[in-house]
């Protein structure tokens, strides 16, 4: 059987696994990016998006759930109602994997929670004064939010 090569970054999946409902969510813990893939790949349970939602105050605000997830906050209200909601497709996990990973990262950068959320709403010097949060919406822009906050971790921004 072949071994994954742990990476400096295992942590941050690991968290990020744990935002979107961790083992109760996955039924299994998510401890490297292959972990992430396969979870992934088979679309994250229902649960994950409303798990996410419910633990994180920047998703209630307007129209951030859905830049970051691509669905509507009404989709969401309406699976909690389902008794079991549906698996989300590909894109969504992916989506909502990425949005948990940028979030741990930001974490890690700013200290809290609290400071992460709010970077994602205020205008940011290294990508033209936009907001983060409305970058989410395309793959393009989610990149840029990913290299910014890797830049502010190394104090590129600082």
Same mark, same amino acid.
Request: glycine share 8%.
């Given at each position: 059987?072949?071994?994954?090569?742990?990476?400096?970054?295992?942590?941050?999946?690991?968290?990020?696994?744990?935002?979107?409902?961790?083992?109760?969510?996955?039924?299994?813990?998510?401890?490297?990016?292959?972990?992430?893939h396969?979870?992934?790949?088979?679309?994250?349970?229902?649960?994950?998006?409303? /798990?996410?939602?419910?633990?994180?105050?920047?998703?209630q605000?307007?129209?951030?759930?859905?830049?970051?997830?691509?669905?509507?906050?009404?989709?969401?209200?309406?699976?909690?109602?389902?008794?079991?909601?549906?698996r989300?497709?590909?894109?969504?996990?992916?989506?909502?994997?990425?949005?948990?990973?940028?979030?741990?990262?930001?974490?890690?950068?700013?200290?809290?929670?609290?400071?992460?959320?709010?970077? /994602?709403?205020?205008?940011?010097?290294?990508?033209?004064?936009?907001?983060?949060?409305?970058?989410?919406?395309t793959?393009?822009?989610?990149?840029?939010?990913?290299?910014?906050?890797?830049?502010?971790?190394?104090?590129?921004?600082?």
């Amino acid at each position: 059987m072949a071994t994954v090569i742990e990476r400096e970054d295992d942590a941050i999946v690991t968290r990020a696994g744990q935002r979107l409902g961790g083992k109760s969510t996955f039924k299994r813990p998510l401890r490297n990016r292959l972990d992430a893939h396969e979870v992934i790949e088979k679309g994250f349970p229902g649960g994950a998006l409303i /798990f996410l939602s419910e633990n994180v105050a920047l998703l209630q605000q307007p129209g951030a759930f859905e830049k970051a997830m691509g669905i509507s906050l009404r989709t969401l209200q309406r699976r909690k109602r389902e008794d079991s909601p549906k698996r989300l497709s590909l894109e969504q996990s992916g989506r909502a994997w990425k949005f948990a990973e940028l979030l741990e990262e930001a974490i890690e950068v700013f200290g809290n929670q609290e400071d992460a959320e709010a970077f /994602f709403n205020r205008p940011a010097l290294g990508l033209n004064q936009r907001l983060p949060i409305d970058l989410l919406s395309t793959p393009a822009g989610t990149e840029l939010v990913e290299t910014h906050l890797e830049r502010l971790k190394y104090g590129v921004y600082a």
